[in-house]
Nanobody, 114 residues
Framework: QVQFVEVGGGLVQPGGSLRLYCTVS????????IAWYRQAPGKQRDRVGG???????YYSDFVEGRFTISRSNVKNTMFLQLDNLQPDDTGVYFC????????WGQGAWVSVSS
């Protein structure tokens, strides 16, 4: 059974940082393209970026160099470093495969407010 468990969210002020973790079970992160997503309140879920099987990392345009995605093949875990957070970054952050066919986890809530 494939399962994603996201942790590390919280409340930060604008300009602050958070590091999110996504522990994956039931599949290997090095053999699947896994991505981070976020869903702002009242909006659709958008892809933040991901890691391809060959290790290439990519980001959506709105990231603008502020976020960093990485993975640990040994720990079978995905990471999302969020820097220079802004109020528009508020939302729930998830990880899943790029085909989005596996069950979604509960996500990690990120709230950016002064």
């Amino acid at each position: 059974q494939v399962q994603f468990v996201e942790v590390g969210g919280g409340l930060v002020q604008p300009g602050g940082s958070l590091r999110l973790y996504c522990t994956v079970s039931g599949l290997s992160v090095k053999d699947n393209e896994i991505a981070w997503y976020r869903q702002a309140p009242g909006k659709q879920r958008d892809r933040v970026g991901g890691v391809r099987v060959n290790g290439e990392i990519y980001y959506s345009d709105f990231v603008e160099g502020r976020f960093t995605i990485s993975r640990s093949n040994v720990k079978n875990t995905m990471f999302l470093q969020l820097d220079n957070l802004q109020p528009d970054d508020t939302g729930v952050y998830f990880c899943n495969g790029v085909t989005e066919t596996w069950p979604w986890g509960q996500g990690a809530w990120v709230s950016v407010s002064s």
